[in-house]
């Protein structure tokens, strides 16, 4: 039986970004192994991590204050990419695709914690 977490969209939405930011941070110099790569990918498994931990919890309270912690994620995601673009380690158009992945993923996060309220 698979567990709540699993069956949300934004979960879902956060493990794809998870992902496509996993396989970006490969691609940066060596030199960022243990700065910007580590941080931006621990950002992104951020989202989806605190998004199933709050699934747990027995209050709608609770939940919003995990789905608050996944949103930052989101935002810190966005700052790691900038600071990527402005290294030169991505072009314009990755850069405006992941931003636009978590534009959406902000958005569907923002819902779900006004769902709670």
């Avoid at 991505?90 to 914690?113: G, H, P, Q, R, W």
Wanted: proline share 3%; charged share 25%; with cysteine.
């Amino acid at each position: 039986m698979p567990f709540k977490f699993e069956g949300l969209k934004v979960w879902q939405a956060s493990l794809e970004l998870g992902e496509k930011i996993n396989l970006l941070a490969d691609e940066f110099p060596k030199k960022e192994m243990f700065n910007l790569s580590s941080q931006i990918r621990r950002a992104a498994d951020s989202i989806g991590l605190n998004i199933a931990e709050g699934s747990t919890g027995h209050s709608n309270p609770e939940q919003k204050r995990f789905l608050l912690f996944s949103n930052r994620s989101v935002l810190e995601v966005v700052a790691c990419l900038i600071k990527a673009k402005h290294r030169n380690y991505i072009n314009e158009t990755i850069f405006a695709d992941l931003y636009n992945d978590c534009e959406v993923l902000s958005k569907m996060l923002n819902s779900f914690i006004r769902h709670l309220e």
